[in-house]
């Protein structure tokens, strides 16, 4: 604000209009003026980079260098990694499933199965992960995102008898609270797969498949905790809320392992996590490694059996089945490594014509022509 | 600062970018735009590219829309910590202090605002909890970054260093010359007194500037001298000729006005 008092460039307090009175009487005055120190009167050393050719060129081939085998190493991973994915929708006449997909109907206590073989060409070593798949499904959609109860699903007892108001549609049904409330709960993926593998004298072999360790530690120690505290009796606490409309059991049956069910079970979890794109994979089940000799997953004939209860035609979706080996960058992606490979040569491409250009353009820079 | 008012003193071409609007025009707006575009879709489509149908090292999800939103927002964070890094000609300790702050202070609030204290007291305020530490800890994470942020930094730093070789600006050539030789000894100081809050500031000196609205009766409290008001664009001055302004020496004018007064 526009003052009758200004400080010039010395730190002179003065004040104009009178200011030979104010001048006079300003020895008072004079002890407003700023130390002499480097920071208040900015003489603070400075690094000053400006971009000569001296640094710019060696960065954009150092960094070329640098890319180009980080590049490449991320798509050598990727490639190393084993994954096959079988698509269990059934939508061909002549696939398995296909009339599994077309009888469907929210009512049926009779589920359909179907059976899918398949062949794998090498042998999966260490932990192989099992996901299934969804596309032209939109997890990401905002209305559906906000329609979940985090305190219910955290075992608040006031949120259990009175789900938010995000919830609703989903929220109550038969005049009882939904427990789990909400789109995403209602949606969630019930089919069950199961792997067998075919022995090469004819029987057919279970592969054995864990069930924990799917989702992440703190969504199933923190986010999602049971109504009743540890070890209580879960149908007592869900005592008075009803399943989700679409649910076949209700959420305290989920498993018979007290510790995977209600709302702390692992499939119902992964599922809460919404996935970011319209085709995405959720972990399902993991097949452990068995020992350093044998691979987990040998070569051969394998059947996939599908208890098919997730309806996904009538919205063009897809539904399939992955097994995957994971390497120290996730899955197979070789996105990365293409991406690395391709910014690393363009930078070094891109160095080597700056300094053509520096060659025959960089003496203007020089101040001859900057006069005083 | 003082460096920069020398600067002005002993090369007073530097004030032509400023009166034939170069940093301030349409061209420039049009470019920030396209600069702007080209970044959005870097910083969407890099992560994008690199969480789809992937997972963390040990099998479980990273492709969620919490992650995803998280992995943008640093890279975000990155990309806009190194193009400030671009534009700072002067690193003193105090940039230092709050570039490198600044970054830290964000890591520090995004793993406060996901940890599990917050989620517990304010439960549908942060819902993201975990998020940070189960994304953040893979190296698939940390490479998306570091490609985010050359891809989005490069193409300005080549294209500064080709304009700088191909087309040098009076402010290239200074700050070249400032790098090669030593500065001179600024010019003695005049010990007298300015009048020159009455005056707008150097700013806009491209054009009329506010001089008649903060000199008017508004402001200030004495009546204002309007025949001093050196920055007015007259129609055949030197300034409408494109040749340097040739300034009166401030005291002569603070003896006129006081030999007026009396």
Known sequence: MLASSYKDEDGHISVSGSGAAAAAGGGSLRNKKPENTAFKQQRLP????????????????????????????????????????????????????????????????KSCTCSIPF?????????????????????NHRRYVKSRDDSQLNGNEESLRSPSKECEPYARHDNKPIAPCGAIANSM???????????????????????????????????????????????????????????????YELDSDPNNNGFINEDFIVWMRTAALPTFRKLYRIIQRRNNLLPTLPRGNYTLEVVYNYPVRSFEGRKRMILSTISWMGGKNPFLGIAYITVGSICFLLGIVLLIIHHKYGNRNNGADVSH | MVKILYLLDCYPQLYCPGQLNMYFSKKAFVWCMLHSCYSSLVLFFIPWGAIQDTVRDDGRDIADYQSFASLAQ?????????????????????????VWGSLAAYF????????????????SIFPFIGTARNSLNQPNAWLTMFLTSLLCVLPVVALRFILMQIRPTI???????????????????????RVSTRRSGYAFSHSQGYGALVTSERFLFKRPIKSRLAFSVQP???????????????????????????
């Not at chain 2, 910590?81 to 700072?88: F, K």
Request: with cysteine.
């Open chain 2, 108 to 123: 520090a609030i995004t793993f406060t605002m996901y940890s599990n204290g917050m989620f517990l007291i304010f439960t």
């Open chain 1, 46 to 109: 400075a690094w000053q980079p400006i971009l000569t050719a001296g640094t710019v060129l060696p960065a954009f081939f150092i960094i070329g260098l640098i890319f180009i085998p980080i590049g490449i190493g991320l798509y050598v991973t990727s490639n190393n990694i084993k994954e096959i994915e079988i698509d269990y929708t059934g939508v061909d006449m002549s696939s398995p499933c296909f009339n599994c997909s077309q009888n469907f109907s929210w009512n049926s206590t």
């Open chain 1, 119 to 139: 062949q794998l060409d090498q042998p999966y070593e260490s932990n192989v992960f099992m996901y299934y798949g969804l596309s032209n499904f939109y997890q």
């Open chain 1, 189 to 251: 993926f019930n089919d069950t797969l199961e792997l067998f593998y075919n022995d090469p004298n004819g029987t057919k072999v279970q592969v054995p498949l864990t069930a924990t360790e799917i989702a992440w530690w703190t969504d199933k120690h923190v986010k999602f905790r049971n109504p009743g505290g540890e070890g209580s009796d879960l149908a007592a606490a869900f005592q008075g809320t009803t399943k989700p409309v679409n649910w076949r059991r209700p959420v």
């Open chain 2, 171 to 193: 402010n290239d050539r200074v700050r070249y010359k400032m790098q090669k030789d030593t500065l001179p000894a600024p010019p003695p100081r005049r010990p007298v007194r």
């Open chain 2, 236 to 262: 055949d001055g030197p300034l409408a000729r494109n040749l340097p302004q040739v300034f009166r020496p401030i005291a002569e004018e603070l003896h006129e006005s006081q030999s007026s007064k009396s």
């Open chain 2, 74 to 98: 640093t890279c975000l964070l990155v990309v806009v910590s190194a193009q400030l890094c671009l534009d700072t000609y002067y690193w003193t300790t105090v940039n230092h202090f709050f």
